[in-house]
C-alpha cells in the first residue's frame, strides 16, 4: 500500500516491481494517476481525453490476473499515456487535427497493442502539434499546452502532450512520436528522458503518417530505467510494417545496470565542435552542454573530436524531404471515408471546402510545399537533390562512428520559449530542429537527457536544459548505457516541477 | 485515300488471382454480384496508420508471368507512389512502380500475319516493361448527383504490361490481347476476364508516313473492355486521325474514350490538361528484393506455354490449326498430352479428331469445362485402342465414347456390356452382305451403273442388320468382290 504522493514518486521501473510484488496493486496506482490529472489538467491541458473508467477496469484486470496467479507483463499496473497520433481501438484518435475530430479507430494499433499486451493501464490520450508538425505544441485546433516547469511557457513539440503528462506526474511514461525531433526536443524542455529508436526498430502501424521515412515512435520518461523498460514492450518486428526491423532485441535494462554501475569506461564520445559555432545557440545551453560532456568524462569516457561536414544542410534536406511526404500522407483526408466532411455542391468543392477548415495554418503550408517539391518539373531539384543529401548525411554519421561510440551535442539550441513567441517565425521554428533532424535523416537512434536548468532571471523562469546523444544503428544499449551513467552522476531527473510537489 | 503506317502499343492491367490483396492480408474474390464494400479492412479503406506490406503470392505471381514473356527480372525494383485525388482512390494515392518496375524488356509472340496460316510462324512483340500495383475501387454515378463507392476492388493486385509501340493493325493488337490472356491463363495467374475486368486495356495510336521513322503525335483510348471494342475503337480511332492528317490538321496528343453506339472516339482531355501524378519512391517499402537464385528456379517450374506446345504438337504429325484448337486452353492440352501419353505413338491425329470432335461436342452440349469431363483421359486412350485394333467400328466408337460420357464407364466396359465387339469373321459378313444385296436389287443397279454414292446405303443396310458390329472394311471388301462377279443373266423373256 502506498499514498498518492509515494505511488507518483516511484519511477515506472519501480511501479511496476511493486505491482508485480503486491506492494502497491494496479488500481491504487491508476488513481493515484488519475487524481493528479485532475489537479494538473486545468493548467496543462496535457491531455486530449482522459479514459478513467476503461483505465480503472484495466487496473483491475491487472490485479485480479496476480490475484490469480497467472504471469504479469513487464508494464503490469503502470498508467501510461499515448500521444493521440497512436492509433487505440475503440478511443477517438485525432493526430491533433480537426480533420479526424470524432474519429473513433476499429482497429488496433501495434503501439497500443504492445503496451496493452505488457499490462500497462492506459489513461488517456496526449495532446500534441497537428500531424507532429511543431515544435511547440501550438499549431492545434484544440488548447495549446503548458510547460509543467513554467505555465507560460511550450513544452516544446510536437509530443508536448506527452512530455508535459509525464513531467507533471500526470503519467507514469508516455508514448510520442519523433519526425526530426518530437520525442527528444519536448523531453529535453521539460527535463526528461526522451528516446527516438533507429527507424524501424519499434513498429510504425498504428502510429498515423507525417513523413514515412523519417517517423519514429519512443518513451518519454523521467528516468533513463523506464526507457530501457519501456522500449523493451515496443522493440521487435512487426509484420505489419514492412520497414520494421527483424534484429534481436537486446537487453535494454541490463546495459542500463552496466551504465549506472560499471561507468563508461573504454567509450569515445564523438564532438562535432563546428556544429557548437550554430548562431543562435543559447549560452546557456552550451554551458549545460560542456557539463555534460564534463561528467560523462567523469564516469570514463574520452572525448573525441568529429566532423560532419553535411550538418549545416540538414535542415534544408529535412524540410524538402518531410513535407513531400506529408503532402502525400496527407491525401488521404479528404472527407469521403471518415473525419470531416463539407459537403458541398461539387466533389472539387467539398475536397477543397473539407481540407481548408480541417487542416491549420502549419500543416496546410507543409503540404504546399511537399506538393511543389514533387511536381515533375520541380522533383528533381528539390526532392531527388535532398535524397542525394541525405545520402551524404548517413554517410558523415557512418564515418564520424568509426572514431566514437557515440556522438554528443545539445537537444534543442534554446531552452523553451514563451507561448506565441515563434508563432509567426516558421524559419525560427523550423531552427529549433537543428540538432535533433541528423539522426531522423540516418535513421540513428537518439535520446535526449536531463543536463541540468538555465539560470532564472528576471522574467526568465530556470528552464530544462537536455543533452542529446545519437547512437550507430542499432546502438540503443550503448545509449541507454550512457544515458544511465549521466543519470548516476547527476540529480536532474530527481527535480521536480511545483505542479507535481516539487520545489522548481 | 493515302497509306499511313499504323502504330499501336498497348497498356494491358491484369488483375492477378491471390486469395489476398496487393498490399493487404484482406481477402477478395472478384464474384459477380456480391455486396459492395464487404471484401474491405482498414488499409483498404486507407484508414490512417495502416501500412503496405507486399503480397507474396502476388509477386510470384507477377515474376511468373515476367518469365513466360521473357522479361528481364530485376533483382531490385522501388515501390511508388502516384497521387490523384478520386473518391475510388481511399489513399489519395496509388502503390504502383515507376522508374524501377520488377520486368524489363521481353516479349510476346503472336501469329505473324504475313505467313501462311499452316506456317506457324510468329511475330515477337516487344514489351518495355511490366509493374505491379494496386487497383481502385470503383465509382458508380447513381443520378441525382450522387455517387456511390465499392472498395472492395480497391488494392486488388494488378500486372500492366506494356508493349512497345510495334503492332501494326487492331486486329494484331487484338490478337496480341489473345496471346497475353492464353499465356496468364496458362499460368493460372488471373481469370483474365475482360468483360469482368480482370483483363483491361488501353491503346496508344498514332500514324505516320510509311518509311518515317519517327513516331506520330499518338493518343491514348482509355477502358477497351471486349476485343470487340478493342479493335472497333483502333479502327474508329485510326480514321480519325487519318481524317485530321488527310485535311492537313495536326494529331493533339489527346486521352480519348470510345463510343460504341456511334463506333467513334471522342477527346477526354488534351495533354495540356494532364494530372502531375507526383511519383516518388514509396517511403513505406523497402525496395522489392528477388533473389537471383528463385527467380531461376521459378523460372524452371514453368509450364510449357501455348507456342511451344503448337510447335510440339505439328511436330507430331498435327496441322497447325488443329494445334490452336488444342492450345488454347491449357486444361484442354494437357488433356491431350495425357491421353497421348496412354496411347500408341502415332494416335496424335485420331487423339486430336476425337478429342476436338466428339469429346468437345459432348462438352459444349453438356455445358461442362474439360477440367469437369467425365471421361478420364484413360478412357478416351482405351477408346483410341479399341478403334485402332479394329475391336470396335469408328461408327460404334461414338456411341461408346457418348455412352462413357453420360455413364461414366469405361470403353471396354461398354463394349462388352452391349456388344458392340466388331465381326471380322470374313464368310458371316459375307453372308449378311449377300442377304442386303438380294434383298435390294434396285440400289445393285445403281451401284453397278456407277452410282457410287449408293455404296454407302449398303454398308449402312450391313452395319445395321449386324448392330454396328461389322467391320467396314470387310463389308466394303465383300462389296468388291460381288460386285467383281459376273453379273448374273437375265432370265430370258418369252
Redesign the interface.
Known sequence: MGTSEEILSLSARALAAAVHAGGVSAVEATRAYLEQITATEPILRAYRCTLPDRALAQAAAVDAARQAGEALGPLAGVPIGLKDI??TEGVE?T?GSAI?SG?T???Q?TQARRCAEAGAVLLGKLAMDEFGMGSSNENTPFEAVRNPWAPAYVPGGSSGGTAAAVAARSCALGLGSDTGGSIRQPASLCNLVGLKPTYGRVS??????F???LDQAGPLTREVGDAALALSVLAGHD?????SLTAPVPDYLAAVELGARVGLGGLRVGVDRHAMQLEGLDPQVRARFEDGLAILVGAGATLAEVELPHFDHAVATYYVLCT??A??N???Y?G???GLRRER?S?RET?EATRHDGFGAEVKRRILLG?FV???DS?ADY?GRAMKVRTLIARDYAAAFERCDVLASPTSPVPGWRLGAKLDDPLAMYLSDVFTIGANLAGLPAMSIPAGFSDASGEHPALPIGLQLIGPRLGEATLLRVAAAHEAATAWHRERPLLAGGAR | MSDYEVVIGLEVHCQLATATKMFTPCAYAYTLGVEPNTQIDAYTLGLPGTLPVANREAVNHAVRLALAVHCEVQPVSRWARKHYFYPDLPKGYQITQADQPYAQAGYVEIADPAAEPESLATKRIPLQRIHMEEDAGKNTHVGGGDSLVDFNRAGAPLVEIVSLPALRSAAEAADYVRELRTIVRYLGISEANMEEGTLRCDANVSLRRPGQAELGTRCEIKNLNSFKFLEAAINAEIRRQTDLLERGEAVVQSTMSYDPSADQTRVMRTKEAAADYRYFPEPDMPPLLLDEAWIAATAAELPELAWDRRRRLVGLGLSAYDAGVLTAERELSEYFDAVLALADADQAKPACNWITGELLKLLNQSGRSIAACPVAPASLAELLALVDGDTISGRAAKEVLDKAFHEGLSPAAIVERDGYRQVSDHAAIAAMVREVVANNPKQLEQLRAGKDKVRGFFVGQVMRASNGQANPQIVNAVLDQLLAEPEPEPEPKD
Not at chain 1, 204 to 209: F, N, V
Not at chain 1, 239 to 243: E, G, L, R
Request: aromatic share 16%; glycine share 4%; charged share 15%.
Open positions: 497512436f492509433v484518435t493526430c479526424l474519429w479507430p476499429p482497429y494499433g510504425r502501424h498504428g502510429m498515423i503518417a513523413a514515412s521515412s509484420p505489419h510494417d514492412a520497414t513531400a511526404e503532402s502525400s496527407l491525401a488521404r479528404d469521403i471515408r471518415y455542391a466533389l475536397y506538393t514533387l511536381r515533375a522533383y526532392y
